[in-house]
């Protein structure tokens, strides 16, 4: 799907932004709901889920600092995701899956372009909902970010409610970078070795709105570990309320 393999990279500057900049004053300042699921009220139990597979794109890091997208090590990643995702919504029982249907080439490009929008969309509705951020505390406490139109037709076919979407990107040391991060330390100098960020959304397939996103990082470890993203799975899933919970 090359129409959102430019997000990627949007995604891998936003991720170094946020591991330098200092940690906020938050409860989950890495979630977002939308006020239809975050306030108190009915809502259809289970959720159904038409789920994508992930992109979750992993690249080493050289001692010079140049990065390079691994195919074995990226299909590892996205395996583990979705080994781990399986077991977690089968423990789950407000939440339910339903397979995707065969697309005609027309309806794949419609499904690209949502995909593509949410990315774009995805990097605003963080940006600007930070808690703290002046003048905007009212989208910070009302979250109601959407895309401004669905797949209604895709609803209709199967049955789900939502799209889940899930982009991820993972940079790891090589040897020669590892080794010149211990000789760096030697002399005071900090290289980073390294970081993951799995991200994770849900869109109403009959408005378009965003109804819950999550963004997990990682400092060390990495994302070709099964424990590593069993974590970063399990972490992410605990933040969709169940229904009827409380924010």
């Known amino acids: 799907m090359r129409i959102v393999n430019g997000g ?27 006020h239809r699921l975050a306030e108190p009220g009915p809502r259809q139990a289970p959720l159904k889920l038409l789920v994508l597979a992930p992109r979750i794109d992993v690249h080493e890091l050289s001692a010079g600092g140049v990065t390079q997208k691994v195919p074995d090590l990226t299909r590892r990643a996205n395996q583990h995701f979705e080994a781990v995702l399986s077991q977690v919504l089968a423990g789950r029982a407000d939440l339910g ?6 697309l005609s080439d027309d ?13 774009v969309v995805v990097a605003e509705g963080f940006a600007n909902t930070r808690p703290g951020l002046a003048g905007w505390e009212d989208r910070a406490a009302r979250f109601d970010y959407t895309l401004g ?20 990107i993972d940079y790891q040391s090589t040897g020669g970078r590892k080794a010149m991060t211990v000789l760096g330390a030697l002399v005071g100098i900090g290289l980073p070795t390294g970081f993951a960020r799995v991200r994770c959304g849900l869109i109403d397939l009959a408005t ?15 994302l070709t570990e099964e424990a590593t ?3 970063v799975v399990e972490k992410t899933f605990a933040s969709l309320p169940r229904p009827g919970a409380q924010r």
């Open 208 to 222: 378009g709105d965003i109804l819950w996103l999550h963004s997990e990082g990682i400092r060390s470890g990495n």
């Open 97 to 102: 899956t339903v397979p995707m249907p065969r």
């Open 107 to 119: 309806e794949q490009d419609e499904l690209d372009d949502l995909v593509a929008t949410f990315d």
């Open 149 to 168: 139109y669905g797949l209604p037709w895709l609803r209709e076919r199967t049955g789900a409610d939502s799209l889940m979407v899930t982009f991820g």
């Open 229 to 231: 993203m069993r974590e």
């Open 8 to 34: 990627c990279a949007a995604l891998a500057l936003c991720l170094a932004a946020s591991l330098a900049a200092p940690a906020m004053a938050a409860t989950d300042e890495n979630t977002r709901v939308h």
